[in-house]
């Protein structure tokens, strides 16, 4: 999918324009992000405090690079917005700040997005709100001890208004993760009584198919990635915090047939955002005028 290499550019560009932050994550996560924001996830773009908005949020903030780009197709954040990742006093820096444009909290240490995760959950549970949280952590967030914590309180209060993405991509900034952990995870969630789905990360039909599955009990996702897919890092803990260099842009470029040209978007990129601004405007709209019908 041409908009998925378009996106994939972008974060590589950005990362080396900053010599520095987490490339690797977030080109594994791609067509995920991209799908669940295009389709799913609840928000208006000019209303940043919609009571009926979703929530979405980032345990492993380090990937953060993903969700600057949607929102800047979104139109929330600027291309120089993009352009200043990672720099003092930028409205991106190299981890989530709620201080940021549509930033729901601030994350980075591992696993405390889960927990920030859990009191949304419970919060919208008492507010009598049908918004879903959508929380995407990785395998050092599932490593640490507050993630099995928070895992298991979920499945105790039942929260079926949580989704958890566990993007399962084995590598650890230290190598990959049969260095540290050999349980199966699928079974781990099923003996918690999760609703536990696991898919392709590449496969946006079945990842549709799977978000748009009801529950009546938490719900994760083992998305199986691959960190730094299409680059010269894949597969590699050297994907995880670092550029991959001028000459790895260029031959991610030459693979997906992007032109060479740094922060690149192509006009189908931008027909999409367009499109997908509407969307997201109507949407808050109609369900607006539903609740205001309820009320009368």
Request: net charge negative; proline share 4%; charged share 25%.
């Amino acid at each position: 999918m041409e908009i998925i290499k378009n996106i994939r550019t972008l974060i590589v560009d950005v990362v080396q324009n900053a010599n520095s932050g987490h490339p690797g994550a977030p080109l594994g996560l791609t067509p995920f992000v991209y799908t669940l924001y295009k389709d799913y996830l609840k928000f208006d773009p000019d209303d940043e405090n919609w009571i009926g908005r979703d929530i979405f949020l980032l345990s492993n903030g380090h990937a953060c690079v993903m969700q600057y780009i949607m929102n800047y197709l979104f139109g929330v954040i600027t291309m120089e917005d993009l352009k200043q990742f990672r720099q003092l006093n930028s409205r991106t820096p190299g981890h989530p700040e709620r201080k940021s444009p549509f930033i729901e909290s601030s994350t980075g240490p591992l696993g405390q997005g889960l927990s920030n995760a859990i009191g949304f959950a419970i919060s919208l549970k008492k507010l009598q709100l049908d918004n879903t949280v959508y929380c995407v952590f990785g395998d050092g967030c599932y490593q640490e001890g507050i993630g099995q914590e928070c895992f298991s309180i979920a499945a105790n209060l039942n929260l079926d208004n949580i989704t958890f993405i566990y993007d399962y991509n084995k590598v650890t900034i230290d190598g990959h993760t049969d260095l540290s952990m050999k349980e199966d995870v699928y079974m781990r969630f099923r003996s918690l009584d999760y609703s536990v789905f696991e898919v392709d990360g590449e496969n946006i039909v079945k990842i549709k198919e799977i978000l748009e599955i009801k529950v009546n009990k938490p719900k994760v996702i083992i998305l199986r990635t691959l960190i730094g897919r299409d680059s010269v890092v894949q597969d590699s803990n050297k994907a995880h915090g670092s550029a991959i260099g001028e000459e790895g842009v260029r031959k991610l470029k030459e693979k997906y047939n992007i032109p060479q040209i740094p922060f690149y978007v192509s006009q189908s990129l931008k027909d999409e955002a367009s499109l997908m601004i509407k969307e997201k405007k109507e949407l808050h709209f109609k369900r607006y005028t539903c609740d205001k019908k309820d009320i009368s």
